[in-house]
């Protein structure tokens, strides 16, 4: 348990530390490489690594058939997402070493690195899974705990990297919102919340994303910071935080319901057929909650402490494009039309969650009747 505990700690420190290095760049601009978020996402993987590796060779003397445990298949994503982000971060680098400053974000280490960092977290969700059947008594609700925190750090991750096209409420009275987010949360929300010992597991795991984007928002607002780089078109005074997250609780929540529902019917309810509730439930409660969210955010009550609304980085002209909507659907048939192809895909990804779950659920099964040995991340 204790192991597991720390695989949690050092990828969370990865995640948050990405996040930190969207804001020091968007704040202070890439004036070089070894800036305090570079140097703790670096240190935690590293440490994140040492620990797969670690694990991997525990393997050493098992079965073969140990090796399809969730354990080691995070340990050995881990190792990669870790060697990928290394050979990222000397990219990144040469980058700054052979580029001019500039003030774009998304430079092509940053995307490599990115997706380690995935793979990094998602290493770490494996890694709880697989403890969770694996630890005893008293230690179990430790077990669940540590793995909801694990995957709301990966939702928020993945939340994190889609803020282009779902993030901004400018975006939230489109369909291409509600299409993007249909793609992209669904499949997430399920498969995450699949812990047979949390009825509300969607809801935990959403809760925690929730939590961490805010507590990030709260706290990068605190800290002074001006821009090191030219031309400064917004002048900042303090960090500039990440926008504020969905409401992915409120859809979360009907989730859990609808697989009670479910699980308690009489009646056969198949993975389709509860697919396509999912989706139709996600993209209505998500259609509601933010369409009205969005004016609440673009008025003069979103630029509080609170909602943190309307911060954008150093080198963005500002002008009264900030609190309008910026992709409108041409009437409401277009509209209409558009939100039903983003049920269709909200009630896609859900199926691919719901096969997710029913397959991690099919694999716990199998640990806890014996068919595969005990994973070595159990031991502390």
Avoid at 347 to 357: I, N, Q
Wanted: hydrophobic letters at 55%; charged letters at 10%; one cysteine or more.
């Amino acid at each position: 348990m204790t192991i597991t505990v720390a695989f949690v700690a050092l990828s969370a420190l990865v995640t948050l530390g990405w996040v930190w290095d969207i804001s020091w760049q968007t704040t202070i601009g890439q004036t070089g490489f070894w800036t305090p978020p570079h140097i703790t996402v670096l240190l935690a993987g590293v440490g994140f690594g040492v620990l797969c590796v670690r694990a991997v060779k525990s393997w050493s003397d098992r079965q073969p058939g140990a090796r399809l445990s969730p354990a080691f298949v995070g340990s050995i994503l881990g190792i990669c997402g870790v060697l990928v982000m290394l050979g990222a971060a000397f990219y990144d680098y040469w980058w700054h070493a052979t580029q001019l400053p500039q003030t774009m974000v998304l430079i092509p280490p940053h995307k490599i690195g990115a997706g380690a960092i995935v793979a990094i977290q998602t290493s770490a969700v494996l890694i709880t899974l697989a403890n969770l059947s694996e630890v005893p008594g008293q230690q179990s609700r430790w077990a669940t705990i540590v793995y909801v925190v694990s995957a709301g750090l990966l939702l928020f991750l993945i939340a994190t990297l889609a803020t282009e096209y779902v993030g901004r409420p400018n975006l939230w009275q489109s369909s291409g919102f509600y299409k993007a987010s249909g793609l992209v949360f669904p499949v997430l929300l399920v498969a995450l919340g699949l812990s047979p010992r949390l009825k509300w597991g969607a809801t935990a795991v959403a809760g925690i994303y929730m939590a961490v984007a805010l507590l990030m928002i709260w706290v990068l607002q605190l800290i002074p910071a001006q821009p090191r780089l030219t031309p400064v078109h917004n002048p900042v005074t303090h960090m500039v935080p990440p926008p504020f997250p969905l409401l992915l609780l409120l859809p979360a929540v009907a989730i859990d319901l609808l697989k009670q529902i479910a699980l308690r019917s009489r009646f056969h309810i198949s993975d389709w057929v509860l697919a396509g509730l999912i989706g139709v439930t996600f993209v209505g409660i998500m259609w509601v909650a933010h369409w009205y969210f969005a004016d609440l955010l673009l008025s003069s009550l979103g630029r509080t402490y609170f909602f943190a609304a309307d911060q954008w980085p150093f080198y963005t002209r500002l002008g009264p494009w900030r609190y309008q909507q910026w992709v409108l659907d041409s009437g409401a048939s277009t509209l209409l039309k558009r939100i039903a192809l983003a049920v269709l895909f909200a009630a896609a990804s859900a199926r691919v969650g719901l096969w997710v779950r029913r397959a991690a659920l099919a694999a716990t099964a199998a640990r806890e009747s014996g068919v595969v040995s005990e994973s070595p991340t159990a031991v502390s």
